[in-house]
Every structure is written in C-alpha cells, then in structure tokens.
T-cell receptor, first 115, second 115 residues
Framework: KQEVTQIPAALSVPEGENLVLNCSFT??????LQWFRQDPGKGLTSLLLIQSSQREQTSGRLNASLDKSSGRSTLYIAASQPGDSATYLC??????????????FGKGTKLSVKP | DAGVIQSPRHEVTEMGQEVTLRCKPI?????LFWYRQTMMRGLELLIY????????DSGMPEDRFSAKMPNASFSTLKIQPSEPRDSAVYFC?????????????FGPGTRLTVT
C-alpha cells in the first residue's frame, strides 16, 4: 500500500531564505507526483506536476524534483516571502490497471515565512 | 472558467440529520473526485467518477455515505444519517484525461460540523 510522508510537519524560516520541503513515498510505481499549496480555510492549488519520466519541473521561484528509484521528491522555494506561508502537500498518483489511479496525499508541511 | 464550485461552504447540522454536499466541476472535465480532510487522517479519496460513472468507491467509509453524478456538470455527496465523526472538510476536484497528466483542480471545500 502506497504511503506518502512529508518531513518536517512544520517549518519556520526568515524572509529571503531558500528552503527545501521533502516528500517520500513507499512504492516507486507511480504515474506522476503533484505538489499543492493550501492556504488556511481554502482549497488546494496545484503548484507543479512531475511525470514519472521527468526529473524536475520549475515554475517561477519553485522547483520540484523527483527521484523515483529512491521514492523521494523535493520542493525547493527560492528567496522565500511571507506570502509563501501555507501548507504544502505532496501527492502521488498510483498506477492501477484500467484507470488513472488515485492521488495519495502526504499530511503536508506547514510553512511560515517571517518578515 | 470559474473553477470547481462547491456548496455550501459551511454546514452545521445535528447528529442524525441528512447532509447533501454539492459540486460543479470545471466544464469539459471528465473526472470528478470527492475527498475528505481531517487533522488526524489528512486528505483521503472517498470516490471518483469518470464520464459520470463511479469508478472507485472503496474510500467511502460506510453505507451512510453515497455519491451521485447525474450529469457532467453536477455531483452530490450525501451523508444519511450524519454523525459527529463525519465532521471534516469535504473537497471536490476535477480533471481532464485529455491533458495526459490528469492534473486535479480542487474546489474551495465544504466545512461540515456535526454536533
């Protein structure tokens, strides 16, 4: 059974710092991996999606990497800003015959960027 | 596009009452998902539909939960009778197979409180 773990559960950094959020998964047979952002009381916003054949994806100050063989992904945030404060969720899409598979979520890392 | 629309945004009800949550997916999307989010268990997939047909309902906790998708633009999740342990945030998401990535777009969620 696929399990997704995110460490740390919470992280507090000063503004301007570069940071890395970690995600690990137990079964490397994934279709793709998606990073989301969730603001308090809000829904999830998709940040980056990495296909299983890709190594990384970039969007602005965000860079996500994927190492399928080791079951790891990282989300790198450059020059962090207070507006980056949110909970970041990692989710993997499993492969299952005849369907697109399900998203299995980690419990997230709550990021706080202090001015 | 307005994105995924959910209603109501907040619902407070008494134990034993019937609760109906509603979702309108993004126009043209052919997959629809219902998730539940709690502090203890994180985000869990309850059920998903493809072209209005339920594909996997293995995440539905028990018979008190039911979901329907009568047409491509509307879905409901019903809890009857509701219990305090059903208190959670319920998210609806949709995706389009044609992108090849199955990237999911989430609604803002319905916060359910059962007293």
């Amino acid at each position: 059974k696929q399990e997704v773990t995110q460490i740390p559960a919470a992280l507090s950094v000063p503004e301007g710092e570069n940071l890395v959020l970690n995600c690990s998964f137990t079964d490397s047979a994934i279709y793709n991996l998606q990073w989301f952002r969730q603001d308090p009381g809000k829904g999830l916003t998709s940040l980056l999606l990495i296909q299983s054949s890709q190594r990384e994806q970039t969007s602005g100050r965000l860079n996500a990497s994927l190492d399928k063989s080791s079951g790891r992904s990282t989300l790198y945030i450059a020059a962090s800003q207070p507006g980056d404060s949110a909970t970041y969720l990692c989710a993997v899409r499993t492969r299952s015959g005849g369907s697109q598979g399900n998203l299995i979520f980690g419990k997230g890392t709550k990021l706080s960027v202090k001015p | 596009d307005a994105g995924v629309i959910q209603s109501p945004r907040h619902e407070v009800t008494e134990m034993g009452q019937e609760v109906t949550l509603r979702c309108k997916p993004i126009s043209g999307h052919d997959y629809l998902f219902w998730y539940r989010q709690t502090m203890m268990r994180g985000l869990e997939l309850l059920i998903y539909f493809n072209n209005n047909v339920p594909i996997d309902d293995s995440g539905m906790p028990e018979d008190r939960f039911s979901a329907k998708m009568p047409n491509a633009s509307f879905s409901t999740l019903k809890i009857q009778p509701s219990e305090p342990r059903d208190s959670a945030v319920y998210f609806c998401a949709s995706s389009l197979r044609g992108t090849g990535a199955y990237e999911q777009y989430f609604g803002p969620g319905t916060r359910l409180t059962v007293t």
